[in-house]
Every structure is written in structure tokens, then in C-alpha cells.
């Protein structure tokens, strides 16, 4: 399948009437996480050194991802011109470091590094489609759309992987509840806040990582729908072994729904 680029964009169809300020808020941040891929793949590539095959598709996976930071980024300063997008990823990179040179994975096994994965591109994928799903402006519809198909791709990337380190490894389901249950709750860590810091608060400005966070999963949270929230749920429970449709299974993604409900009750008016 041909490889979308930054010209397959409609950028001469950008409606400025359509543009909804918490989307430019999310899409600032967004870009700074996506762009900075490249350290992702260099983290990946040392901890799977030994296997050509994946880090090739690691690198491949951290283009796309790239190329996502730079849609998002240029669609950013057309609904805010005020957005040098190179400063804040300058910001960012200088503060939040990547283990790029870690020879073992900081999930404990590269099973685990895996399933980490797995459950950002669940989590990635579901937000892009939400974002689409609830947009009329034509232009970042059209890079979420991209994106999300890309995110889905990228699963099943990790996925099939997975497949193959799981039979080496061994790894419990229990254990890899545990890992994706870890990178789950690590949305609150610093990565998604000091992007939202570097992209939408003055340099001048201290970063408080709770205040940070709040303010970005409040305003992130209020573009889910119960659908996506579900099938980011069910992508993650299958990367564990389990099946979406079991007790277990829908118990968990109503404690998902739940989760980003409590957000987005948040930014209801007192």
C-alpha cells in the first residue's frame, strides 16, 4: 500500500470558521510526541538489536509517526499562526529524554516492550478516529484519517511481533496485564504533559506537571465516544491474551469508559 504524504493533504480546503480551539490545543501537543519518533525507534533498535527484521520495520514505523508530528504541526499554525512549532519541539526534546541507548527493555522483556506498544497505537488509533468522527473542519479530518489507519496498522505491526517473542518469553497473561495496565496509566506521566506544556504555554511559564496533565486530558478527553473508547479497549486486552467479549473482557471496557468519563466530566460547566 502506497505510503500517504504531507501533499495528499487538502491544505487549500482549511476552514478557519470550523476550527475548534480544544483541537488545536490537542493537535499542538500531538505533534510534539509524533515527531519525536525517531528517539522511539532508537530506543527500539537497541533493545531488539540482534533482530534486523524488526528494527527495520522500527525505523519504517518512526517515519510514519514523523510524518504525523509534521501534518499535524503545519495544520497547527494554520489555525494559529502565533504556533512556531519548531520552538516547541525544541523545548520538548531538550526536557523529555528517551533511554536511547537502554539494551533491555523498560517493560522487563521485549514481550512486555511489545504490549507497551500495543497499547499506545490502541490508544493512538482510537483518538484519531475520535478526533475525525467529531470534526467538520476538512483539513484535519482528512490527516486524522490518515493517521488513525496508519495507528491500526501499527498495531497490528506490534502485534504480529508480539506473537513471535510471546512463545520465547513466555510471558503470563497475568504479567502482561500488568505491562499493559503500567503503560495504560502512564497517559499521566510526563510525555503527553510537557508536550502540552512546550506547544501551549510560554517558555516563560513553569512547568507543573499536575496542572499540565489536568488541563490536557480534560480538554483531550471531551472528543471520545463510548465506540472508540471500546475498541481501544478490545486492541488492548487482545495484546494480553484475553478475549474483549469475556466477562473479564467487558468489565474492562467499562472500567475503560468510565475512566475517560471522570475526564470529560471535568470540563462540564460547575
Known amino acids: 500500500m502506497r505510503r500517504w504524504t504531507l501533499d495528499d493533504i487538502p491544505w487549500d480546503r482549511f476552514d478557519a470558521a470550523k476550527v475548534d480551539p480544544d483541537l488545536v490545543v490537542v493537535a499542538k501537543t500531538a505533534s510534539l510526541v509524533e515527531r519525536n519518533a525517531a528517539d522511539y525507534a532508537a530506543y527500539l533498535c537497541s533493545v531488539f538489536a540482534d533482530d534486523q527484521d ?86 484535519i479530518k482528512s490527516i486524522c484519517h490518515r493517521i488513525a489507519g496508519d495507528e491500526f496498522r501499527h498495531y497490528k505491526l506490534f502485534y504480529d511481533y508480539l506473537q513471535r517473542y510471546i512463545t520465547q518469553e513466555k510471558l503470563w497473561r497475568l504479567q502482561r496485564v500488568k505491562v499493559a495496565s503500567g503503560r495504560f496509566l502512564e497517559v499521566d506521566d510526563d510525555e503527553l504533559s510537557f508536550a502540552y506544556h512546550c506547544a501551549n504555554r510560554p517558555e516563560t511559564e513553569p512547568y507543573d506537571r499536575t496542572a499540565a496533565n489536568f488541563a490536557y486530558t480534560t480538554v483531550a478527553s471531551r472528543f471520545y465516544r463510548r465506540s472508540h473508547v471500546e475498541r481501544a479497549a478490545a486492541m488492548m486486552l487482545k495484546a494480553c491474551g484475553l478475549s474483549p467479549d469475556g466477562w473479564l473482557g467487558k468489565a474492562a471496557r467499562s472500567a475503560a469508559w468510565l475512566h475517560v468519563r471522570r475526564h470529560q466530566r471535568r470540563a462540564l460547566p460547575a
Open 54 to 139: 524488526f528494527s527495520e520495520a522500527a525505523r519504517n514505523w518512526a517515519e510514519e509517526e514523523t510524518q504525523h508530528g509534521l501534518a499535524l504541526g503545519r495544520w497547527a499554525r494554520l489555525a494559529d499562526p502565533a504556533f512556531d512549532f519548531d520552538d516547541a519541539l525544541r523545548r520538548f526534546t531538550e526536557g523529555y529524554r528517551i533511554p536511547v541507548a537502554a539494551t533491555a527493555s523498560v517493560r522487563g522483556s521485549r514481550s512486555g516492550e511489545l504490549i507497551a506498544r500495543c497499547v499506545v497505537e490502541s490508544g493512538t488509533s482510537s483518538f484519531y478516529s475520535a478526533v475525525r468522527d467529531c470534526t467538520e473542519e476538512p483539513v
